[in-house]
């Protein structure tokens, strides 16, 4: 059965810190992978969709990585805005639909 | 373009009514997915519609339907709600290749008392 793990449950970094989320898949014939950010309350905010694994997308103090069993969220320099719960999704060929991973509540203090 | 639309935002029903939920995708998306997310299970897929045929479905009850029209609008519909049906339900849109990215609505509130 098609799984998304993710960890941390929750991340707290001072302005400035760097650091990584991580989204753990097992999927047959991956179709894609998606990052959404979503703020309390709100509808999950498209970030990225990564195909094959070496494949990486950047934007602004966010990039993406892919490998064959996970992907990575990496936040350079997170500023308090970017306070936020990350989720990550895998589609695959088998069933075709989406799954989630609980996500990552993320929490940035000055 | 405009986003994904979802009406009511809001809704305050009792147990054993039913309710309708209508989402409007982005222009010239075909597929319409239905998610339910409460605090203790997350994102759950509840079903997703291409063309006006239902395509996928997740694991809810028969008390949870949906249907979508020749516009690409979809609608759900939950009847004889109980309380564990409160929760934020979320509609996303797609072009229609299932390695397309779904692109979410601000979702309905549903509190069920």
């Known amino acids: 059965e098609d799984q998304v793990t993710q960890s941390p449950e929750a991340l707290r970094l001072q302005e400035g810190e760097s650091s990584s989320l991580n989204c753990s898949y097992t999927v047959s014939g991956l179709r894609g992978l998606f990052w959404y950010r979503q703020d309390p309350g709100k509808g999950p905010e498209f970030l990225f969709t990564l195909y094959s694994a070496g494949e990486e997308k950047e934007k602004e103090r966010l990039k993406a990585t892919l490998t064959k069993k996970e992907s990575f969220l990496h936040i350079t320099a997170p500023k308090p805005e970017d306070s936020a719960t990350y989720l990550c999704a895998v589609r695959g060929s088998t069933l075709g639909r989406l799954y989630f991973g609980r996500g990552t509540q993320l929490t940035v203090w000055p | 373009k405009a986003g994904v639309t979802q009406t009511p935002r809001y809704l305050i029903k009792t147990r054993g009514q039913q309710v309708t939920l209508s989402c409007s995708p982005i222009?010239?998306?075909?597929?319409v997915s239905w998610y339910q997310q409460t605090p203790g299970q997350g994102l759950q897929f509840l079903f997703e519609?291409?063309?006006?045929?239902?395509?996928n479905k997740g694991n809810f009850p028969g008390r949870f339907s949906g249907r979508q029209f020749s516009n690409s609008r979809s609608e759900m519909n939950v009847s004889t709600l109980e309380l564990g049906d409160s929760a934020l339900y979320l509609c996303?849109?797609?072009?229609?290749?299932?390695?397309?990215?779904?692109?979410f609505g601000p979702g309905t509130r549903l509190t069920v008392l």
């Open positions: 519609y291409f063309s006006e045929t239902q395509r």
């Open positions: 222009s010239g998306h075909r597929s």
């Open positions: 996303a849109s797609s072009p229609g290749d299932f390695g397309d990215t779904q692109y």
